[in-house]
C-alpha cells in the first residue's frame, strides 16, 4: 500500500475537522517535499509523528494561555 490510497486512509483516520486535516497534511507533505502520491509507509510513519507532535504542542500552548 503506498501513494494515494495511504493518504486517503490517513485522512480518513484523523478525527479533525476537515479544513484541518486538509491544511496539516498539506502543510506536511510540503515540508516533507512530497506529494500524495509519493507516500510510502516510511514516509507516512515521519508525517504521522510529525502531525501528533505538532497538534500536542498546539494543544499545551492553547491550555497554557488558558491558565494565564
Do not use: C, W
Amino acid at each position: 500500500m503506498t501513494g494515494l490510497t495511504l493518504y486517503e486512509l490517513l485522512y480518513a483516520s484523523l478525527d479533525l475537522p476537515d479544513s484541518l486535516k486538509q491544511s496539516e497534511l498539506d502543510r506536511l507533505l510540503s515540508q516533507h517535499k512530497l506529494s500524495s502520491e509519493e507516500l510510502t509507509m516510511d514516509n507516512l510513519r515521519e508525517i504521522v509523528a510529525d502531525l501528533l507532535h505538532n497538534l500536542i504542542l498546539e494543544e499545551s500552548k492553547q491550555e497554557s494561555e488558558f491558565h494565564q
